[in-house]
């Protein structure tokens, strides 16, 4: 899987968009860039993945650029809950075989601040 | 999705004993996996579950100090033996429940505290 780079940690006012960049430049075409997050004494929670295209969901937007060498992760809206380290992760798609496993990063450490 | 339960949630063991974690799915998964998370670190993939076989370990990771069980599809444990200090960690339970393009989920984990 290819290797990502994100900041250490960043910080965003509480209500106001947070955006955490990820560079991802040696992605593979048939990789995927997925989004977890893990909330201080709690397992890793699923945010959003995307391949190319841009993608939204109920929790967050997922900006990939044209080349697909970054991409960066929006909650539109960040709140005290979404305090928490935000790990970048690209890989292929899970397949019935193995290597179905995710390989994490340092991740950015978000603090929302009210 | 799915809901991973993980016992005990935490724990304080004596060196030289072993500790045994339970990871139950609330669904039929297809792969099931073991993480270790260290103080203040990453996670780290200590191996691959199988049903039925032994465990495909990383590298670093060996049999004898983290056996792991599936009997079905659904429960999981993973033991930690001769413990030491230095096992110390969160460990986390982390399930697919079917393939496809699809995402992982992950157990609140085992606090190990090793004195």
């Known amino acids: 899987d290819a290797k990502t780079t994100q900041p250490t940690s960043m910080d965003c006012a509480e209500g106001r968009a947070a955006n955490l960049p990820c560079n991802h430049s040696?992605?593979?075409?048939?990789?995927?860039v997925y989004w977890y997050r893990q909330i201080h004494s709690q397992g890793p929670q699923y945010i959003i993945h995307?391949?190319?295209n841009n993608e939204t969901n109920e929790m967050a937007s997922l900006i990939i650029t044209e080349d697909r060498k970054s991409s960066t992760l929006i909650l539109p809206h960040a709140t005290l809950r979404d305090t928490a380290v935000y790990y970048c992760i690209v890989r292929v798609a899970f397949a019935p075989d193995a290597g179905n496993m995710l390989t994490f990063g340092g991740g950015t450490r978000l603090m929302v601040k009210p | 999705s799915a809901v991973i339960s993980q016992k005990p949630s935490r724990d304080i063991c004596q060196r030289g004993t072993s500790l045994t974690i339970q990871c139950q799915v609330d669904s039929q998964v297809t792969m099931m996996f073991w993480y270790r998370q260290q103080p203040g670190q990453s996670l780290t993939l200590i191996a691959t579950?199988?049903?039925?076989?032994?465990?495909?370990?990383e590298s670093g990771f060996v049999i004898d100090k983290f056996p792991i069980s599936r009997p079905n599809l659904t429960f999981s444990t993973l033991t930690v033996s001769n413990m030491s200090p230095e096992d110390s960690s969160i460990y986390l339970c982390s399930a697919i429940i079917r393939t496809g393009n699809t995402e992982a989920f992950f157990g609140q984990g085992t606090r190990l505290t090793v004195v």
């Open positions: 995307g391949l190319k």
């Open positions: 579950a199988n049903q039925g076989s032994e465990a495909t370990y």
């Open positions: 040696t992605i593979s075409g048939n990789e995927y």
